[in-house]
């Protein structure tokens, strides 16, 4: 039984230092993910570990799927039984780990491996220990709904992630991450972790160590490229980051990459890569351009590789032929890729250019890193032709398509783009589509064929106009869902233009005359045919218009009114005509009208206008300030517009302001009185023979400016002892220092804040309540006083004269600092000094512990709750124990802003208690 006893002391401490049984072992990694069914990945779990370390060698790794299930996964490369993984130069394995897994539905979930220890010796994680620091990596992935796509693969990093670099050189990397699903990526430097949300402990990001000028580390959140200039000091360094892929603006999956960099203090200038930056191309074309590596360095070897997406594409490839092995320090090399239309994409492709240099063939040292960005468009469609009819025109090109047979469905289809008048630019092959070219779509995608042709029918068109047309190749991959993702648009192609014959009337007039609820009037007006495209002689008198109308901008039923019909029996005679439209709501609600034009006397109309509206005026008043809007629905095209406003002194109205859009704001006005507009549209159909410009005015309408703008929000900065020692008693009541700005001074355009309310809550994600509310506008500071800690979410209002409050500032949310330590002796000896066993001085914002104190038999002796401990050397039975050496272990429990937190690191030690004399 004594023996028994004795041997548990001993697996207390191992208990207290789990990981000291492990050896040093992982150097970087990463989690690579496939799907390859409807809710089933393929995984690949890829370390680089320190080669010698053979006892902490991992044939096997524990892999967490994210949905609450685990599986041991074996090694699957390198040579023998089980494989042994692959040894590389500078003490390095290369391991692969690979396994597959169905999922119970579509969600997010966090794939992920944890390994109990990274090497020794990295300088900027938990130094000296980093071999105690566990190794975590993870990849998340979204199953996605059928209109995101129906599969996704995480990107391939290209790049092994260890590298060389020298002490005050510049270092650079790419991880060359490629996506085959060509999706958007992007990256972001983090802290290594080492559990889910965990990062590694004292870890230093490499241009913190010995930091200043010299010494600056930055990721470029869109190539991916790594610069650290300039490494201060040798070691081995660890740096992680996050590369996203984004689909249709919506970030699908999440890899973490853990890499690692030797920095030596060697003697040597990097080789230096000279290309081309970037180009775009046509599919189809083909791409070819030299790449060189120099080495300034007599005697240096250079080493010339290329990676990237163009060289792993499962369609027609790119291949670079630069010298293989070691070479003399000038090499050259050729970059060649026939593009295909499968390779096109809105993502540019980056081909990485490497050169390393070496002085023994064997260890590399510096390198230099060259990007080249391709971008792969679409070519544009051919032989587009037009032909106009009456009230429509046909537009075709040609079949087929050159990339009408893309893998993967990848080609989707054709758009019709149209605008007024030619517009002959110049085609860029790196800017793709017709967006800023005033071409509107009027198809999103069709394949539609008429007489072995691609064939697309406009009918919503106005008779006499002039469009102009192109047309678009679009490409996409198709999901499940029969969803298109990653939509991108070819070049456009060649214009075609047609003119349209005009043998029905333009209506070119809806404007209003008298603006009131009952007995308001409207002016309409519309243009005759022209004689020669209405074929007069087929299409003879008498001829009529009759005018129809119906309220609102657009809809509803035309109504014939009644004295609004105009005959002719000679064409000469139908001639421009205009009608106005008496005893309407004109001040209420806007008039659309339509004339129908008819000929031979017949009884059913040739045709009719297009519809046309009134223009309706909206004015909506603030802060001495009256916001004015308009609508109107008409055929013709309304360039400018000119604001009237009412003049008090002369009672007619003032052109104020012209604009070119739908709304204008009339400020500087003075509140509480009213203010009068009407807006006067002026516009154009751009065919001859028809009244230009076109002017049509609004109803009139009033409004009274009042202030109706709250203040800016404020602001705010919170501060307290945990900050910069600001009052630094550790009693309470504790002090939280609040401040904020004044939007009278910040904010232009507000200036009459009076009053703060001061919101707070005790705990993250509570709803805060008022706190406080301070009156006058220069007060912008609150010290709160707490009696149970510094932890609170703040934040602050501002409320003007009239009692408008602004939206609330930033939420500052302060958490306690919990201090707590233990001392390693005390004398209870009923001296009144140093009785109990208790916590250093100072401690605060603990609301527990789970303190245990044990013999050295490993039996319990004492055991609280209470952070003051207040240990007096009796024994749970009242007695007291001996003098000696005991063990304590102590779980802390700190007051945090999110409420009660266990804190990570356990408390263990020696209590050594001496009792001595009075």
Known sequence: MKFRLRTLLPCLVLLCSPLAIWATHNRA????????????????????????????????????????????????????????????????????????????????????????????????????????????????????????????????LLQPPIDNACVGKPFKHNPNAFDPNLDSLSYQLIVPLQAHGVPVPNYSYPDQVIPGINNQLELNPVTGEILWQYPQAPGEYNIAFIIVSWRNGVPIDTTIRDMQIFVDACDNNPPDVQTINQLCVVAGDTVEFKVTANDPDTGDLVQLTALGGPLSTPYSPATFDGPAGWNPPVIEGTFRWITACEHISNQQYSVVFKAVDSISKAIPQLADLK?????????????????????????????????????????????????????????????????????????????????????????????????????????????????????????ASDEVCVQLPRDLPLITNVSVETTDPLTGNMRVCWSKPVADDLDTVFNHGPYRYQVRRAPGLNGGTLQEIPGASFTANEFWQANDTCFTDMNLNTQGQPYHFQIDFYVKGLGTPLGSTNEASSVFLTVNSTDQTNLLSWQADVPWNNYRYV??????????????????????????????????????????????????????????????????????????????????????????????????????????????????????????????????????????????????????CYAVSAVDSVGNESARSNIVCKDNCPQYELPNAFTPNGDDQNDEFRPFPGWRFISRVDMQIFNRWGNLVFATQDPAILWNGKNTEGNDVAEGTYLYVCKVYENRVGGEVLRSEILNGYIELIRGGR
């Open 371 to 491: 990007t080249v960005k391709i971008k792969v468009v679409g070519p544009p469609p051919e032989d587009v032709q037009a032909n106009a009819q009456f009230g429509e025109v046909e537009v075709s090109w040609e079949k087929p398509y050159m990339c009408d047979a893309a893998a993967e469905n990848y080609f989707y289809g054709f758009s019709v783009w149209r605008r007024e008048g030619s517009n002959p630019f110049a085609p860029d092959s790196c800017t793709p589509g017709l967006a800023g070219k005033g071409y509107t779509e009027l198809t999103f995608v069709t394949k539609q064929v008429q007489n072995g042709r691609y064939y697309f029918k406009d009918v919503n068109v106005e008779r006499g106009r002039t469009y102009c047309y192109r047309i678009l190749a679009k490409f996409a991959k198709i999901s499940a869902g029969g969803y298109p993702y990653n939509l991108v648009e070819s070049l």
């Open 643 to 792: 604001i009237f406003r009412k003049n008090d002194s002369t009672g007619l109205f003032d052109s104020i302001a012209q604009t070119t859009t739908s709304n204008y704001a009339d400020k500087n006005l003075i509140n509480g009185k009213e203010y009068c507009y009407y807006v006067r549209s002026v516009g154009t159909y751009s065919i001859g023979g028809v009244v230009n410009p076109i002017f049509n005015n609004s109803q009139e309408n009033c409004g009274v400016p009042i202030d109706t703008i709250p203040p800016c929000p404020p602001v705010l900065t919170v501060k307290n002892l945990c900050d910069s020692q600001i009052g630094t008693e550790p009693d309470p009541p504790y002090e939280n220092y609040l401040s904020w700005t004044n939007p009278n001074i910040t904010c232009a355009g507000t200036d009459d804040a009076t009053t703060y309310r001061v919101w707070y809550a005790p705990t993250e994600g509570e709803t805060p309540g008022l706190l406080e509310e301070i009156q006058g506008a220069d007060n912008t500071a609150l010290v709160h006083a707490l009696d149970d800690g510094l932890a609170g």
């Open 29 to 156: 990694g990463e989690i690579h993910v496939e799907q390859i069914g409807p809710l089933t990945v393929r995984v690949t779990i890829i370390t680089w570990t320190k080669a010698s370390s053979v006892n902490a060698d991992r044939d096997t790794l524990t892999l967490d799927w994210g949905d609450g299930t685990r599986q041991q996964v074996v090694r699957t490369n390198g040579p023998g039984n089980p494989p042994q993984g692959i040894v590389l130069p500078n003490d390095i394995k290369y391991n692969t780990y690979i396994a597959e897994h169905s999922y119970p539905g579509p969600a997010w979930y966090t794939i992920s491996m944890t390994d109990p220890n990274r090497n020794a010796g990295i300088v900027n994680v938990n130094p000296p220990s980093s071999d105690n620091v566990p190794f975590h990596i993870e990849t998340t992935f979204w199953f996605q709904g059928s209109q995101f796509g129906g599969t996704n693969t995480t990107p391939y």
